[in-house]
Structure formats: structure tokens, C-alpha cells
């Protein structure tokens, strides 16, 4: 019998008989009722097995369908607002597929712990804030290749296996390849800019591999990366180009994954502004004074701002503590079961906010200490870029970065040979870099002293040097690491989740 699905509700009158198949994702028993909320992968909704409707004998069937079985319900749709999606189901009858026996993942995320849910990753999938974060992954996929395509782009796939290094030697995976060393791509790039010249606006959407040895919340060591290169661009050009770009995605997923956002308690606000208002564009250096906090953003010192920040994570200490010892004596003192858990509840997330506060209290000093001794020429650490994007409110451009912390690609800036026309996307509330681009070094001679500074080999560079050689032109571009947008869109505290099977250092299984 064909079966509908729950995407598709909206289409059905109150009443009509319909089929939904998926899996058990809470239940409720009670003597006269089993109160099912389930899921079939394209929405949830609640099923409800009443003993009136179903009989004895089918209703104790259903008390047996546990967490994740799979089992198919016929019966009524109707609307009813206070259920998860909408809607609910009045079973007349259904058909049990499977009884999951003690499925492993019955807890809060924070419960069952980090480790534990990466190794059953293969079931932690069917949880609900997953079902989300795979669904806004979804949308941003979309929203990258409508951007693109609208604009005139073509998207061009860049090979995986690579004979030579685009960002640096350190983080490349070696494999063999027919007796010769290859390796896992780092980035598309070089190949794109190859593409360029002959299709001009171009952009790669694949996987990248870096071995770096980093075991951060946003290092991964398999990532997605989407790298846009065209022709007669500069980095100025650039910049407005990735200012559209992440405007339009961020615009596409606020408007097709509300209950998305909804589930995963996501601020929205915070997204929305992001469409709403201009990026700052900062220069390496006067990045630097910001951190040093030698330069003011709208009248905010960015020093300043962590002790107050450090402040504020103490006070809350003290008052969510006052506040849980009030309540705690108060739940002593005894009252109705509805108050006690909903006290409780607000026990739950005033410790839980303390436990952040005291994260705070642990990494701010550290913070600012490496904000106030940050020198011109050093790179940016996870905790300078928070430090920094914490006086904007939106994504900031930082450009014309140091040479020696750069890629040997980037083109220098007119009259500061030690400085070249890279640009980075920092997003806001400590999530960081998202994106690194550049303008493109077009001088051969330049490029050839680059590529020997870098330790790299021109032999395997001479197919690119051509590119120089025969109709060379101003190109720009840059690249957008997809989990990286995923885990600020979502706001994840760890890159682990934002991809269906992370592979990131010490992480290879499942
Ligand atoms: O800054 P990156 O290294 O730049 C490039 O690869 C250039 N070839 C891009 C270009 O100009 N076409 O990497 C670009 C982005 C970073 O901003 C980050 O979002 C992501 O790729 N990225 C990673 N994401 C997850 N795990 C890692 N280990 C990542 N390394 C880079
Ligand atoms: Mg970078």
C-alpha cells in the first residue's frame, strides 16, 4: 500500500485515512492510550494507539514498540497545534517492522557525552537535533549552488588526488599512486584558477583533506570546501563577492528551516542581522590594534570588553547560585509535583549556565593576556579571532595579511612586499574563520622566489606557472569550509556534528 510522508502533510484534509512508515522516537504509555512521537525522516508527528480504536489485543501489541522500533500507522490525520509538527495521527491500525531492543542513545546529548555519541555516530544520526543539523546542512548545500548558478557561475569538479601541494606541505595526506607519490587535496584551488581562464567564473564544491594533528572544535581532517575563482577580479572585488554570497545562503536557510532552527534552539536574531547589515572590511593591521586595544570599534575596546564579559560570567555565578539554593529550599519546604519539576527544570538550566560561566572564567584571562601581546606578523589563534569578532556584530573581512603567515599563491600588496591581498571571514560570537581568499599573484617572477621560499618544487608548478604565461589576468577567489558555516548556522559547539561521518584526528570510525 503506498504511504505518505510527513513533509507532505499540509496537503491532507482533517480526516483523511493515510499511511506514514518510520521509527518510534518517544513514547507514552498510559491505560487507555499509547502517545507515539515518530519520525519517517522527513518530519515528526505524533501517533496516537488508543485502546478504544485498536482493540485489546493490537494495544498491548504497541505497548512492546520501544525507542527507534520501525512499525507503519494507518489511520486518521488531524491537525493539532500542540503536537510536534502539527499534526497527529489516530491509529485504526499498524504493522510492526522491527522491535529495537535497548537502543543506545536514550539521553540528553550532555548526559551521554561527546565520545559516546561519536562512536555510535551511526545511530546518534536519528536524534533529533542531528535530524536538524543534517537538514540546515542540506539547505546551505542548496543555497550555495542557487548563488552560484544564478550568478553565472560553473561549477567544476577538481581532482581529489593531486601531484602537488596548494597550502603548504605540513597537513598533506601521502598516498601512492601507481608507484609515484600523490596526494589527498588540501584545496581545489590551483585547478580552479586553471578553469578560470578558460570558463571564467568557476567554483568547486568537494572534499579536502588536511592531516593536521588538531584535535579542535572546528579542525576536521575529510571537510567540504567550496573555492569560487573569476577572472579580472581583485580582492576588492572579492570581498563584495563573499559579503553576497554568504548573505544569500544565510538568507535561504532562515527562510526554509525554521523548525530546524526551532529544534536546535538556535538564536535566529543573531542570522538575521547577519543579512541585514554590512560587513566590516578591517586590515591585518588595524585588526591587530583592535586586539591590543589600541583601536575602538563604535566606541568598544576589545580588551575591555572580555573583563567585562568576565564580570558579567561572575555575577551570574553568584546569582544563578542564590537563585538554585532559593528554589532547591523552596522544593524541600514541599510543593505540588507540576511546580517541583518545573522548578527543577529551571535548577537544570541555572547550572548549566553556571558551567559555561566557569568555562568564561577559565579562558577569558588566558584570552586577553594573547590579545594584549598579539604582534604585528603573528597569526590569529582561535581565541584572538574571538577576542577581535566580539566588537562586531556581523561576519568581518580582515585583508591584506603578513606574507610569511600566508599561502605562496597570494598576490602582493603594491609597495608592501611583505604583505599580500588575502582576505579571511570571521564570523561572529567566537566561531572564527569560515572563509580565506585572495587575490592571485599574476608576476611570474614573483610567484617562482615564492615557490622556492616555500620549499616547493617547480617542476611540479609548471603547469600552473602557464597560466601565467599565456593570457595571464587579475583572478581572485576564495574558499568556504562547509561545516565550518554549518556549525555557526546551527551554533554547535563542535565541527563533530556538522557532517554525517566526521573524520577528523584520532576519528575514524564509524
Ligand atoms: O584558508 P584555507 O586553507 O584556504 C584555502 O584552502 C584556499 N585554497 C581557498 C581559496 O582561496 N580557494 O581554507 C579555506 C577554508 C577555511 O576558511 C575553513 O573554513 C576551511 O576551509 N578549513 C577547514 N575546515 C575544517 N577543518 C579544517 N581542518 C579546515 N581547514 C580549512
Ligand atoms: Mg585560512
Same mark, same amino acid.
Given at each position: 500500500m503506498q504511504h505518505q510522508y510527513i513533509q507532505d502533510f499540509a496537503k491532507y484534509k482533517d480526516g483523511t485515512e493515510i499511511t506514514?512508515?518510520?521509527?518510534?522516537?518517544?513514547?507514552?504509555?498510559?491505560?487507555?492510550?499509547?502517545?507515539?512521537?515518530?519520525?519517517?525522516?522527513?518530519?515528526?508527528?505524533q501517533c496516537v494507539v488508543s485502546l478504544d480504536a485498536v482493540g485489546e489485543k493490537a494495544f498491548e501489541e504497541a505497548k512492546n514498540l520501544s525507542l527507534e522500533s520501525s512499525v507503519s500507522f494507518s489511520g486518521k490525520i488531524i491537525r493539532n497545534e500542540r503536537s510536534l509538527g502539527g499534526y497527529e495521527i489516530q491509529v485504526s491500525n499498524f504493522e510492526i517492522y522491527h522491535l529495537a531492543h535497548n537502543f543506545p542513545i536514550t539521553k540528553d546529548d550532555k548526559e551521554h557525552g561527546p565520545n559516546f555519541l561519536e562512536e555510535h555516530r551511526h545511530l546518534w544520526l536519528r536524534r533529533r537535533r542531528q535530524w536538524a543539523i543534517n537538514r540546515v546542512r542540506n539547505q546551505l548545500i542548496m543555497g550555495i549552488h542557487e548563488f552560484f548558478q544564478q550568478d553565472g557561475f560553473i561549477q567544476m569538479d577538481a581532482p581529489l588526488l593531486t601531484g602537488s601541494a596548494c597550502e603548504g606541505t605540513t597537513d598533506l595526506f601521502e598516498t601512492d599512486f601507481f608507484g609515484q607519490a600523490a596526494y589527498l587535496s588540501q584545496s581545489g584551488q590551483l585547478y580552479a584558477e586553471a578553469m578560470s581562464m578558460a570558463m571564467n567564473k568557476v567554483y568547486t564544491f568537494g572534499p579536502t583533506f588536511r592531516s593536521e594533528k588538531s584535535n579542535t572544535p572546528r579542525h576536521l581532517a575529510e571537510f567540504w570546501m567550496i573555492e569560487p575563482e573569476v577572472a579580472?577580479?581583485?580582492?576588492?572585488?572579492?570581498?563584495?563577492?563573499?559579503?553576497?554570497?554568504?548573505?544569500?545562503?544565510?538568507? @535561504?536557510?532562515?527562510?526554509?528551516c525554521k523548525f530546524e532552527f526551532e529544534l536546535l534552539g538556535r538564536d535566529i536574531s543573531q542570522l538575521e542581522s547577519v543579512v541585514n547589515n554590512d560587513f566590516p572590511q578591517v586590515t591585518y593591521s588595524d585588526a591587530v590594534k583592535i586586539l591590543n586595544g589600541d583601536l575602538l570599534i563604535d566606541g568598544k575596546n576589545a580588551i575591555k570588553l572580555q573583563e567585562q564579559d568576565l564580570e558579567n560570567a561572575k555575577s551570574l555565578i553568584d546569582n544563578n547560585k542564590n537563585e538554585i539554593a532559593e528554589r532547591e529550599k523552596a522544593i524541600k519546604a514541599g510543593m505540588k509535583k507540576g511546580a517541583r519539576k518545573h522548578n527543577e527544570q529551571v535548577i537544570a538550566k541555572l547550572s548549566s549556565d553556571i558551567k559555561i560561566a566557569e568555562e568564561q572564567l577559565r579562558n577569558i584571562p588566558k584570552w586577553i593576556e594573547s590579545a594584549k601581546n598579539f604582534k604585528q606578523g603573528d597569526d590569529f589563534g582561535s581565541s584572538d579571532e574571538t577576542v577581535l569578532t566580539r566588537v562586531f556584530s556581523t561576519p568581518v573581512l580582515v585583508y591584506n595579511w603578513p606574507a610569511k603567515i600566508k599561502a605562496f599563491y597570494m598576490k602582493e600588496v603594491e609597495g608592501q612586499p611583505d604583505y599580500v591581498k588575502g582576505v579571511d571571514l570571521l564570523a561572529p560570537d567566537g566561531f &572564527?574563520?569560515?572563509?580565506?581568499?585572495?587575490?592571485?599573484?599574476?608576476?611570474?617572477?614573483?610567484?617562482?622566489?615564492?615557490?622556492?621560499?616555500?620549499?616547493?618544487?617547480?617542476?611540479?608548478?609548471?603547469?600552473?606557472?602557464?597560466?601565467?604565461?599565456? &593570457?595571464?589576468?587579475?583572478?581572485?577567489?576564495?574558499?568556504?569550509?562547509?561545516?565550518?558555516?554549518? @556549525?555557526?548556522?546551527?551554533?554547535?559547539?563542535?565541527?563533530?556534528?556538522?557532517?554525517?561521518?566526521?573524520?577528523?584526528?584520532g576519528h575514524i570510525k564509524p
Open positions: 506514514v512508515k518510520g521509527w518510534i522516537d518517544k513514547v507514552r504509555n498510559s491505560k487507555t492510550n499509547h502517545f507515539f512521537d515518530f519520525r519517517d525522516g522527513t518530519g515528526f508527528t579580472f577580479a581583485t580582492n576588492e572585488s572579492n570581498m563584495i563577492l563573499i559579503e553576497r554570497f554568504i548573505k544569500h545562503v544565510i538568507a @535561504r536557510v532562515l527562510d526554509k &572564527g574563520e569560515i572563509i580565506g581568499g585572495s587575490e592571485r599573484e599574476t608576476d611570474i617572477n614573483i610567484l617562482l622566489k615564492k615557490i622556492k621560499e616555500h620549499n616547493l618544487d617547480q617542476a611540479d608548478f609548471e603547469w600552473y606557472l602557464d597560466l601565467r604565461r599565456f &593570457g595571464s589576468v587579475p583572478h581572485a577567489g576564495f574558499g568556504l569550509g562547509l561545516e565550518r558555516l554549518v @556549525r555557526w548556522s546551527c551554533d554547535l559547539h563542535h565541527v563533530r556534528e556538522t557532517i554525517p561521518f566526521p573524520r577528523r584526528y
